[in-house]
């Protein structure tokens, strides 16, 4: 049973603020199914006093001196009353056990960081989200600067150590520095093995990163997520302020979303701990923090792989194009989460922007040309043997060619080509025609062999079909006097 106040105060969350029946239940840690019935109650009506009998009452003495004999659950006392007679369900069990023996709230120590002391970095996931033509898993890291509350957030679709490490370089470059140490939970890219009584055995790739940059590696103690319980906060306020209700169409518009959510809500906000907000906290602890180096690390992550036939390197069920020679060849892959890099002999091959969709293929136009080269001078030369095939005097033709400073293969082809029209003797004796007339090229051959292949008939009589009367036109015998002499004179 409520009270009046938690009644008025469900009944302005759902018709005042438009919460629903979850969000509810979940700002006055009640049970949604109460906050569905007193929802939709127009007036309050506290529940009337009496001496109802509840049909646990028999076995009330009996649940006590079990709880009192062993810590049993309610579901256990439940299982073992129901054996006795008991015909209630569940619920009015656990209530009971509730009641009898309340939870106990563990209690913690509260820890205070110094500017510039720590930071907590931790992973959070929210569903799916469309990636090109696939749905990948939305992850997103998180770290906060223990002291000021500062938070940088980047949403992804991996959890690999290139994403991992990655994702650190770009927090500190958002913060413009570095935290004398980083406080991380026992994930694999952090830890790789925790023994009680023993010093964790840290990621050597992460140590060394961590050396680069200059910080310390914190691990929670196993089971102790409460030890980073800054970020842990920050990962469900992520979900509910930033997330929650956030229609995301594709994964490419994530980046921009997270930027300005940082700047304009997360980080301009009177936090709930400190009555201020991160970035004033933040400026104080600024000069607290260490210079970032010089140079970023190279986050890459190297891997053996071995191109296919069709000179293919498939990373997470995508495959990209390297040099067709290198088609079986063993190569140095470095992964990094915006683009691929690919070694041969210590030699950059082949990069490649990273996808993220599955199963597409990408080739690089200039990665076929040697392949498409070899295959056009095998062919080239299957031509020029099958042109020396026609004639005797067919290296001779082509020497003449070379000699004229012509393309002699497009020649040879066009020939060739004839030859598959016309038949290889009346090609030959063409070309043997050529060396007659001094005639070299493949036009010349083409009207040769199609002025030969014309059928030739003998010469007729003419015939006049306009102007027929020119045919009566009669001619008078030529004077040839007149050449004898030259000049006035008698020759």
Partial sequence: MIDYETYVRIRNFFIRDGLTYSQISDELALDPRTVARWANEKRYQPKKSGNRKSKLDPFKNTIVQMLEKHHYSARQVFQRITEEGFTGGITIVEDYVRKVRPPKTRPYLKLVFAPGECAQVDWGSYGTVNVGSTKRRLSFFVMVLCYSRMMYVEFTVSQTMEHFLGCHQNAFEFFGKVPAKIMVDNLKSAVLKRTIGKAPVFNPRYMDFADYYDFSIVPCNVGKGNEKGRV???????????????????????????????????????????????????????????????????????????????????????????????????????????????????????????????????????????????????????????????????????????????????????????????????????????????????????????????????????????????????IQNPDIDIYATIGGKDV
């Avoid at 923090?289 to 498939?314: K, N």
């Avoid at 079986?328 to 041969?344: E, I, N, Q």
Wanted: proline share 5%; hydrophobic share 35%; net charge positive.
């Fill in 232 to 474: 842990e906060n920050a990962v469900g306020y992520i979900k509910k302020n930033l997330l929650n209700g956030l229609d995301i169409s594709d994964f490419e518009v994530m980046k921009p979303v997270a930027r300005n959510w940082l700047d304009t809500v997360a980080n301009v906000r009177i936090h709930g701990a400190t009555g201020k907000k991160p970035c004033d906290m933040f400026a104080e602890e600024l000069s607290c923090l260490h210079c970032l180096p010089p140079e970023p690390y190279d986050i890459g992550v190297i891997r053996q792989v071995r191109a296919s036939r069709q000179f293919r390197v498939t990373i997470d069920t995508n495959h990209y194009s390297v040099p067709a020679q290198l088609a079986g060849v063993s190569l140095t892959a470095k992964l990094y989460p915006d683009r691929l890099c690919f070694y041969h002999d210590n030699k950059l091959v082949a990069r490649h922007v990273r996808s993220y969709d599955r199963r597409k293929d990408f080739e690089n136009p200039d990665h076929p040309k040697v392949l498409l080269a070899q295959r056009k001078k095998a062919h080239d030369q299957s031509i020029f043997m099958r042109f020396l095939t026609l004639s005797d005097k067919a290296q001779a033709y082509y020497q003449q060619l070379k000699q004229r400073r012509l393309n002699p293969l497009h020649h040879i082809r066009q020939i060739v080509a004839l030859s598959e029209i016309y038949s290889k003797e009346q090609v030959a004796v063409a070309i043997d025609d050529s060396f007659t007339f001094s005639a070299f090229s493949c036009e010349y051959i083409a009207n040769l062999l199609e002025q030969r292949s014309r059928p030739s008939g003998k010469p007729g009589a003419l015939h006049l079909t306009h102007k027929s009367d020119l045919l009566d036109l009669t």
